[in-house]
């Protein structure tokens, strides 16, 4: 007789093989939540992780947007992240995918390298206003960014309808409209780059269409480059970058090679041209004698004595040699430049908004409502008590070297 243990043991679905089955089922459901939490978590944390790459890299390359284009971020799409955005530096790109492929992560790469292909080769452009305005963003009512003179050679990044994403001489990134440039590819801005040129050297004037000077051909500002094209009796025959054809009067410019070969700037030649600006117009985003703000001005000044410097205070700030930083003014000679802001604190970094030049006897010159000379003197007329009390430090750029810094004298034109 089988009792009733005997009968529930031989029941089929207690079976020794069935409870030997339900075991392995049991285990692949906890492996199958355990990857269920692994794949919720995993993603995250990968994400992240690309995010810090990319936030180191472009720490690494590219600290200052002004300056440097790595606009670069990863999105996730099922399984898979996908890299996008764009730059202009192929190392930064190459650095950030050989980071992600060492770490054994797997992407997307839908970065664009610029320039843009859309650009079919065009990646170079002149200048071919007097005074080109380049915006913050690809629109008139944008930002006024900085200023670029005539004749100066550009690098064209991308398009946005009529308007170019383009990089001055100095690196700085902003947006012109198509009227402010003549678009060239490589080959046609070799041969620009190589003919003779003139540089307007009058604070403000014109070009003509004939040596009668009846009608204008455009308006010139000082540091304004054409190309030569030959000797009048009394002018320059030019040409600008588009083709057009202008007289330019002897006496308010001369050749850019001999400009350049009898460059040898002094303290004194550096302060003889600040005081030429004196009463020209604040403009925020100025760089040219039409209108300057603080840092256009200095960079002006540096210019017309054949010298790139960088485009803002705050950039401006880390090039030179230290002289200054009590303030001991007894230091300073003739064309230092002069830091204004606020000091750092335990929770603030510093903050540099402001540059003037000293020009000697407790002087500096600066753009500032316009081009004026100040005083650190309290018994002076023109002391500038606010200045004063938000000194930082002075810099002395004139015949200092860096990678910042460009010398005229020793480059074929611009640096390219």
Not at 17 to 39: E, G, H
Not at 194 to 202: E, H, N, V
Not at 263 to 273: E, I, K, Y
Not at 282 to 311: A, E, H, Q
Request: a neutral charge; aromatic letters at 10%; glycine letters at 6%.
């Amino acid at each position: 007789m089988v009792n009733k243990y005997q009968k529930r043991s031989n029941f089929p679905f207690e079976s020794p093989q069935f409870r030997t089955m339900k075991y392995i089922s049991q285990l692949w459901k906890c492996a199958l939540v355990i990857l269920l939490i692994a794949s919720c978590t995993l993603a995250p944390k990968n994400t992240r992780f690309l995010e810090e790459e990319i936030q180191e890299i472009k720490t690494r390359f590219a600290p200052d947007k002004r300056v440097a284009l790595f606009d670069v971020s990863v999105v996730k799409k099922g399984p898979s992240f996908i890299l996008i955005g764009e730059s202009d530096m192929a190392g930064a790109i190459t650095a950030l995918k050989d980071n992600l492929a060492s770490e054994n992560i797997t992407f997307i790469d839908s970065i664009q390298l610029l320039p843009s292909s859309e650009l079919k080769g065009k990646t170079r452009a002149v200048i071919n206003v007097s005074v080109a305005n380049l915006r913050s963003a690809p629109k008139h009512s944008a930002e006024l960014a900085t200023q670029a003179t005539l004749g100066t050679p550009v690098k064209v990044l991308k398009k946005a309808e009529s308007w170019y994403y383009i990089q001055t001489p100095d690196k700085y990134l902003s947006w012109v409209d198509e009227g402010g440039i003549t678009l060239m590819d490589n080959k046609h801005f070799e041969q620009w780059k190589a003919q003779d040129k003139i540089i307007y050297t009058k604070t403000y004037g014109h070009s003509y269409r004939s040596a009668d000077e009846k009608d204008v051909v455009s308006d010139l500002v000082a540091g304004g480059i054409l190309e030569f094209v030959k000797l009048g009796e009394d002018h320059f025959v030019a040409a600008y970058p588009d083709g057009r054809i202008a007289f330019v009067r002897f006496d308010e410019a001369q050749s850019y090679l001999g400009w350049i070969q009898n460059m040898n700037p002094t303290q004194n030649d550096l302060v003889a041209t600040s005081k030429e600006l004196i009463g020209v117009p604040y403009l925020w985003g100025g760089t040219s004698t039409k209108g300057v703000d603080c840092s256009g001005f200095t960079k002006t000044v540096f210019f017309l004595n054949g010298m790139i410097i960088p485009r803002d205070a705050s950039q401006q700030v880390h090039t030179g040699k230290p002289i200054d930083s009590l303030p001991n003014f007894d230091n300073l000679q003739k064309g230092d430049l002069l830091f204004f802001g606020t000091k750092a604190t335990d929770s603030n970094k510093e903050k540099v908004v402001h540059v003037g030049m000293w020009i000697g006897n407790n002087e500096f010159i600066h753009a500032s409502k316009m081009v004026r000379i100040s005083s650190m003197d309290p018994n002076a007329d023109n002391y500038d008590d606010f200045n004063r009390n938000r000194y930082l430090r002075t810099k002395r750029i004139l015949k200092e070297e860096g990678d910042a810094l460009i010398n005229l004298t020793q480059t074929p034109l611009f640096k390219d």
